[in-house]
């Protein structure tokens, strides 16, 4: 295949709208704009931080007649952190369960829509929410604590393993993995209509004995309105979905099902599919497979592009993106998640009855049965 190139279009950078450029910011949930926090507790702790060995002590209970008690966590090590802020590994002291605490900045006048949406949902795919405590610094900085089931392993993790041995994941486990990721996206965009924003291998918790997926971090995520302007620089970027690269801010749950469809194709892989440097390069990496959009296509994605003239690549057939020996039942799926257009992307619920999955659902045998034998995590954690 030829070579992409963006001499043919000169104005090629300048259709990329920069970093949340003329799309409105999502915006901060006033206190009185969504439920009460009834179980948040009144006592704030004073000085709390996450040196390994500090202990945290807070109340949880004392609503509705409920009895108060007094809960302690050891802070063990720092499992994440970014901008948002950090999560640590702990364990209570009164049970002896590990718990992972996501510790975030709370602006005194906004409620903390991550806290919310965790509390609207329950699913065996997507993490729990135990209880939340807040807690300040001596500068009387006010902390927002999410105490969390512990979940030791991240789908990132498992790829950069099998990465460090040269070897792919086996597909028994794709399939696990995916039909578990599509099981918790579908109840997210029906029941609370929960839209995740920033799907990828990092917020996928994987228990290595159960085999159990969990979608996790909800910091980016948003009940999406119809009609509702919404922030188009969302989404980490290899797992961006190419609407909100072209600054829509009027889009769908299909953000997650692109991402999904990237993180198949990675696992299948071993690498991402988009591996873009920046914003148009990411652009450039998708046209490099799907092709130039065409008309039709553009329109779907954001019609203030329609009369952009871009350099004609043709698609790249996708059985020539896998392995000869890849099933095409895994190739077609991957094709069907992966379209310009949002609304021709399969939903999660019909990614669930796609044929790459059916031997998940032979009567004969307990998929959980299948992998069990692979000694796959036995070094996991020492690479």
């Not at 105490?147 to 460090?164: A, F, Q, R």
């Not at 059985?319 to 039942?329: C, G, L, N, S, V």
Request: aromatic share 10%; with cysteine; charged share 20%.
């Amino acid at each position: 295949m030829a070579a992409f190139s963006l001499e043919p279009c000169k104005n090629f950078l300048q259709m990329i709208p920069p970093p949340c450029l003329g799309a409105p910011p999502d915006a901060p949930l006033r206190s009185d704009q969504m439920q009460t926090d009834k179980e948040m507790p009144q006592a704030i702790i004073m000085n709390n931080n996450t040196v390994n060995g500090h202990i945290i002590s807070t109340t949880i209970g004392g609503k509705n007649g409920e009895t108060k008690q007094i809960i302690s966590y050891m802070a063990e090590r720092v499992v994440g952190n970014g901008s948002f802020g950090i999560v640590f590994q702990a364990k209570c002291l009164e049970t002896g369960e590990t718990v992972a605490i996501k510790k975030v900045l709370q602006d005194r006048r906004y409620k903390n829509r991550e806290l919310q949406l965790l509390r609207l949902m329950d699913h065996p795919n997507v993490i729990s929410l135990k209880h939340c405590f807040f807690s300040t610094t001596s500068n009387d900085e006010l902390f927002l604590n999410l105490v969390m089931e512990y979940v030791p392993e991240t789908m990132h993790g498992i790829l950069k393993h099998y990465n460090s041995i040269h070897q792919r994941l086996p597909l028994i486990y794709v399939k696990l993995y995916t039909y578990q990721i599509f099981r918790g996206l579908a109840y997210m965009h029906t029941v609370p209509q929960v839209c995740h924003r920033d799907l990828k291998p990092q917020n996928l918790l994987v228990d290595p004995l159960t085999h159990q997926v969990k979608i996790c971090d909800f910091g980016s995520a948003k009940v999406l309105v119809k009609g509702e302007a919404n922030i188009s620089y969302i989404c980490s970027r290899y797992y961006r979905a190419p609407e909100l690269i072209f600054g829509a801010t009027e889009y769908t749950t299909s953000i997650d099902i692109w991402s999904a469809g990237c993180i198949l194709a990675e696992l299948l892989l071993g690498q991402p599919l988009f591996p873009g440097e920046n914003a148009v390069d990411q652009l450039v990496e998708i046209i490099k497979i799907l092709g130039t959009p065409t008309r039709e296509e553009i329109r779907c994605m954001n019609p203030n592009y329609l009369d952009f003239r871009f350099p004609h690549i043709k698609a790249r057939p996708w059985h020539k993106i896998f392995h000869k020996r890849m099933p095409p039942e895994a190739i077609d799926l991957a094709s069907r998640l992966l379209q310009y257009s949002p609304s021709l992307r399969c939903t999660a619920l019909e990614a669930m009855t796609h044929p790459f999955f059916d031997e998940l659902r032979e009567p004969n045998v307990r998929p959980f049965q299948m992998v069990v034998h692979y000694p796959i995590y036995s070094t996991l954690n020492k690479s």
